[in-house]
């Protein structure tokens, strides 16, 4: 069945240092990518999102690239603060076209040490 | 705008007892999702919802669990009876379908369910 595979699962950084979270994924016809981040006791939020269509997307310091060839995309995250402490989901939808059903990843908890 | 709101925020039962979750999805959301998220993992979805159709609930085990979701706006979700192993946050999302596209999914705040 479809699967996500996310590593590390935890990751402690320095503030300002970057961090990168990898995830591969195993349904060749997925076409959407999208990162949650997850605050203790909070609800999933959307962080950025990636298509098929694109290798690579920016958002001021958070970036996702995409390589389909090798199923693998990976979230960056440069000169990293005390609040980007969270949990991090990534996540494959399922299925060509648009099924909606998403695949999420084990999680990676990110530490930022001040 | 509102977000998707779930009732309750926690809940603490004995086991073979039965439980219900409830979800509004954000106004004018048209898809539902029902997940499972154990501690540690990402979060399983358990069942999705187009409207009031259940579209996918591959994943939903049929013999404890139900859903529904009628006039297509609220869903509850059901456990009876409830075992230990369901102990888990239960969260909600919603999303809006316009022919192939499709927005991105929001998530409700989920309800921890303790089961003893």
């Known amino acids: 069945g479809e699967n996500v595979e996310q590593h590390p699962s935890t990751l402690s950084v320095q503030e300002g240092d970057s961090a990168v979270i990898k995830c591969t994924y195993s349904?060749?016809?997925?076409?959407?990518f999208p990162w949650y981040k997850q605050e203790l006791g909070k609800r999933p939020q959307l962080i950025i999102d990636?298509?098929?269509?694109?290798g690579e997307k920016k958002d001021q310091r958070i970036a996702v690239t995409l390589n389909k060839t090798a199923k693998h995309f990976s979230l960056h995250i440069t000169e990293t603060q005390p609040e980007d402490s969270a949990v991090y989901f990534c996540?494959?939808?399922?299925?060509?076209?648009?099924?909606?059903?998403?695949?999420f990843g084990q999680g990676t908890t990110l530490q930022v040490k001040p | 705008e509102a977000g998707v709101v779930q009732s309750p925020r926690y809940k603490i039962i004995e086991k073979k007892q039965p439980v219900a979750f409830w979800c509004n999805p954000i106004?004018?959301?048209?898809?539902l999702y029902w997940y499972r998220q154990n501690l540690g993992q990402g979060p399983e979805l358990l069942i999705r919802?187009?409207?009031?159709?259940?579209?996918?609930d591959s994943q939903l085990p049929k013999d404890r669990f139900s859903a529904e979701r009628l006039k297509g706006v609220d869903s509850t979700l059901k456990i009876q009876p409830a075992e230990l192993g369901d102990s888990a946050v239960y969260l909600c999302?919603?999303?809006?379908?316009?022919?192939?596209?499709?927005?991105?999914?929001?998530f409700g705040p989920g309800t921890r369910l303790t089961v003893t």
């Open positions: 999302a919603s999303s809006l379908r316009s022919g192939q596209r499709r927005t991105e999914q929001y």
């Open positions: 919802y187009e409207n009031e159709e259940a579209v996918d």
């Open positions: 349904d060749s016809a997925s076409n959407y």
């Open positions: 106004s004018g959301h048209n898809t």
């Open positions: 996540a494959a939808m399922a299925g060509s076209g648009n099924t909606g059903k998403l695949i």
């Open positions: 990636i298509r098929s269509n694109v």
